[in-house]
């Protein structure tokens, strides 16, 4: 009976042991599991969130950067004339456009829950032709805010009257954006000379640090940028000599520790070493070269290619400009007595107020240019195409006004 006994609590113990997990045992494992599911999917839609509010801030600045770089090197779009550029913002969208709000458009739609907000006049900013400057510019009007409706988070972006984003800061749950924010190539000197050393240097803000970065100098040859930086922001810097004249486009690159990059460009002419006067310039190509407010008398850029440069209040007196390329170029104030632009291309050029006393516009080709305020006394206007030419308060070559002469200067 004693061993009897025994086996019997022996089974009654084994048998407590395989009853399984009770009810509420059960119910608190599964709790547990749901609560450790739904911090996952939390953190999840966060992150989410975080990452497409940073992706949407790096595609708009780059948007951004693409509409001021096309006003100041004067993409026309086929329009044949120097242009501004500009974006407005909407609530859920940003519009690019060309001239002005409502021409040209296209519009880029926000990802569902962000949203802009700025405190630019009119809720647009527009890049002047030419400059790439910030048309109407007030001083603490200059931000542009993309909100996270569902987390709160902003990217806040400052810029400038030069169109450059001076700062770039993001809070809430959101990250810094992934890859590197470059601001504007500065040049020195600019123009460069001909065999000359020149440096450049970008400022830039990256949060993921150390960064590296590249330049690409136009004219064939690359080098890698030295790069400076502290808490959060930087320059990248470095020296070149150019050996051959022209205007080159520089492109410079700066990559961070995440392997995300950023890269922005800007045009540098290179002149010869005894400066312009006199200088030979025949047969090269100056497009989207800066010549404002320099002494080119009589320089020779004969048989050469001069398309969207800037010429604004330049000295051109008895240049030689024959068989040369000038689309879209910008004449404005420009002093150009004796000039000889004969057989050459002027489509969309721009000689408002320019001074063109007795110039050679002979059998040159000026559909749609721009001749308001200028004075053409003494021109030779010979077999020149004037399709589409704006002529309002001119001089014309024999001394009359447009104005008087039906709004042109053809035959006069």
């Known amino acids: 009976m004693g061993n009897n006994g025994f086996v ?20 608190l494992v599964l709790g547990f599991i749901v609560f450790l599911v739904g ?5 999840l839609f966060q992150y989410q969130h975080s990452s497409q509010l940073a992706s949407t801030a790096n595609s708009f600045i780059a948007d951004y950067k693409e509409q001021q770089i096309k006003a100041m090197i004067g993409d026309t779009s086929g329009s044949g004339a120097l242009s501004n550029y500009g974006i407005y913002f ?3 969208s940003y519009t690019e456009f060309q001239n002005s709000y409502g021409t040209n458009n296209f519009t880029v739609n926000l ?24 048309s109407g510019y007030t001083s603490g009007k200059n931000t542009i805010t993309v909100t996270d409706t569902v987390n709160g988070a902003q ?53 993921f640090p150390p960064d590296t970065a590249s330049w690409n100098w136009g004219d064939g040859n690359n080098t890698s940028g030295s790069v400076t930086e ?9 020296n070149h000599t150019f050996t051959t004249l022209g205007s080159f486009t520089v492109s410079l690159t700066i990559t961070n520790a995440n392997n995300a990059s950023s890269s922005t460009s800007a045009v540098i002419a290179v002149i010869p070493t005894n400066g312009y006067c006199n200088a030979n310039l025949s047969h090269t190509n100056y497009s989207g070269a800066n010549f404002s407010y320099q002494n080119m008398c009589e320089v020779n850029m004969s048989n050469a290619t001069f398309n969207n440069v800037n010429f604004t209040d330049a000295i051109l007196t008895l240049t030689n400009g024959s068989n040369t390329s000038f689309i879209g170029t910008n004449f404005t104030g420009v002093s150009a007595n004796g000039v000889n632009f004969s057989n050459s291309i002027f489509t969309g050029a721009n000689f408002t107020n320019a001074v063109l006393t007795n110039v050679n516009l002979s059998n040159s080709t000026y559909t749609n240019a721009n001749f308001t305020g200028a004075n053409l006394t003494g021109a030779n206007m010979n077999n020149g195409t004037f399709t589409g030419a704006t002529w309002s308060n001119t001089t014309c070559p024999n001394g009359t006004n447009s104005n008087n002469e039906n709004n042109t200067c053809v035959g006069q």
């Open 230 to 238: 502290n808490n959060n922001s930087g320059s990248v810097s470095n």
């Open 90 to 92: 909407g609530t859920t």
């Open 111 to 134: 990802p569902l829950g962000l949203q802009f907000s700025t405190t630019l006049p009119n809720s647009q900013i527009i890049f002047l032709k030419g400059s790439g400057m910030v």
């Open 39 to 43: 911090i996952a999917t939390l953190n």
């Open 155 to 207: 990217a806040i972006l400052t810029v400038n009257q030069y169109g450059v984003i001076t700062s770039y800061s993001q809070n809430g749950s959101g990250n810094q954006p992934t890859a590197p924010v470059l601001g504007s190539i500065v040049f020195s000197p600019n123009p460069a000379t001909q065999n000359t050393t020149v440096s450049a240097s970008a400022p830039f803000t990256s949060y």
């Open 8 to 27: 019997s609590n022996k089974i009654l113990k084994i048998s407590s042991y395989q009853s399984g997990y009770s009810l509420v045992e059960i119910s």
